[in-house]
Protein backbone atom coordinates (compact mmCIF):
# COMPACT_ATOMS: atom_id res chain seq x y z
CA UNK A 1 0.00 0.00 0.00
CA UNK A 2 1.66 3.14 -1.00
CA UNK A 3 0.43 5.72 1.99
CA UNK A 4 1.69 9.25 2.44
CA UNK A 5 1.84 11.85 5.16
CA UNK A 6 2.77 15.01 5.73
CA UNK A 7 2.88 17.27 8.45
CA UNK A 8 1.77 20.99 7.81
CA UNK A 9 0.77 24.09 10.20
CA UNK A 10 -3.16 24.76 10.13
CA UNK A 11 -4.98 27.56 9.07
CA UNK A 12 -5.48 29.72 12.42
CA UNK A 13 -9.17 29.84 13.46
CA UNK A 14 -10.25 26.61 12.03
CA UNK A 15 -9.25 24.21 15.27
CA UNK A 16 -9.03 24.16 18.60
CA UNK A 17 -6.41 26.09 19.79
CA UNK A 18 -4.17 23.12 20.95
CA UNK A 19 -3.89 21.54 17.17
CA UNK A 20 -0.41 22.87 15.94
CA UNK A 21 -0.39 20.90 12.82
CA UNK A 22 -2.19 18.72 10.19
CA UNK A 23 -1.30 15.26 9.72
CA UNK A 24 -2.52 15.03 6.20
CA UNK A 25 -3.14 10.74 5.51
CA UNK A 26 -3.87 10.19 1.60
CA UNK A 27 -4.50 6.74 0.42
CA UNK A 28 -5.98 5.64 -3.33
CA UNK A 29 -9.00 5.78 -1.09
CA UNK A 30 -9.80 8.63 0.38
CA UNK A 31 -7.90 12.31 1.81
CA UNK A 32 -7.89 12.39 6.24
CA UNK A 33 -6.98 15.34 8.12
CA UNK A 34 -6.05 15.02 11.69
CA UNK A 35 -4.94 17.50 13.78
CA UNK A 36 -1.86 17.38 16.02
CA UNK A 37 -0.04 18.92 19.18
CA UNK A 38 3.50 18.04 20.98
CA UNK A 39 2.77 19.18 24.73
CA UNK A 40 6.19 19.39 26.93
CA UNK A 41 7.93 19.47 23.76
CA UNK A 42 12.29 19.11 24.93
CA UNK A 43 14.69 18.32 22.88
CA UNK A 44 16.73 15.24 23.25
CA UNK A 45 20.33 14.31 21.86
CA UNK A 46 21.05 11.05 20.47
CA UNK A 47 24.38 9.38 20.90
CA UNK A 48 25.08 9.71 17.36
CA UNK A 49 24.62 13.60 17.99
CA UNK A 50 21.55 14.19 16.45
CA UNK A 51 18.74 16.64 18.11
CA UNK A 52 15.42 15.90 18.00
CA UNK A 53 12.27 17.40 19.42
CA UNK A 54 10.69 15.18 22.37
CA UNK A 55 7.21 15.41 24.18
CA UNK A 56 3.57 13.83 24.36
CA UNK A 57 2.31 14.07 20.84
CA UNK A 58 -1.91 14.12 20.62
CA UNK A 59 -3.73 13.35 17.10
CA UNK A 60 -7.02 14.89 16.67
CA UNK A 61 -10.26 13.54 14.68
CA UNK A 62 -11.07 16.32 12.82
CA UNK A 63 -14.10 14.74 10.98
CA UNK A 64 -12.32 16.25 7.95
CA UNK A 65 -12.07 13.79 4.94
CA UNK A 66 -12.81 13.55 0.99
CA UNK A 67 -12.54 10.84 -1.13
CA UNK A 68 -9.33 10.69 -3.39
CA UNK A 69 -11.46 9.03 -6.52
CA UNK A 70 -8.49 6.20 -6.56
CA UNK A 71 -6.37 8.66 -7.36
CA UNK A 72 -2.85 8.10 -5.04
CA UNK A 73 -1.18 11.43 -4.14
CA UNK A 74 3.04 11.31 -4.79
CA UNK A 75 3.60 14.29 -2.86
CA UNK A 76 2.02 16.71 -0.20
CA UNK A 77 3.25 20.19 0.22
CA UNK A 78 1.70 22.49 2.87
CA UNK A 79 2.26 26.66 3.13
CA UNK A 80 3.44 28.34 6.18
CA UNK A 81 -0.20 29.90 5.65
CA UNK A 82 -2.04 26.64 5.82
CA UNK A 83 -2.79 25.94 2.40
CA UNK A 84 -2.48 22.43 1.31
CA UNK A 85 -0.88 21.33 -2.32
CA UNK A 86 -1.12 17.61 -3.62
CA UNK A 87 0.23 15.87 -6.88
CA UNK A 88 -1.53 13.00 -8.29
CA UNK A 89 -0.08 10.00 -10.12
CA UNK A 90 -2.80 11.59 -12.67
CA UNK A 91 -0.56 14.18 -13.52
CA UNK A 92 -3.13 16.54 -11.96
CA UNK A 93 -2.10 19.04 -9.03
CA UNK A 94 -4.97 19.20 -6.25
CA UNK A 95 -5.52 21.76 -3.85
CA UNK A 96 -7.10 20.76 -0.13
CA UNK A 97 -9.60 23.28 0.80
CA UNK A 98 -10.94 23.00 4.40
CA UNK A 99 -12.73 24.97 6.66
Known amino acids: MNNRSQRRASIP ?8 Y ?3 LATPIEIILLGM ?3 SAATVHTPN ?3 HPAGELTLYVTQMSVPSDNVSMTSIIGTDSGRIF ?3 NDGHLY ?5
Open 13 to 20: GIFIDQIE
Open 22 to 24: LLI
Open 37 to 39: SLN
Open 49 to 51: GYA
Open 86 to 88: MCG
Open 95 to 99: ELLYQ
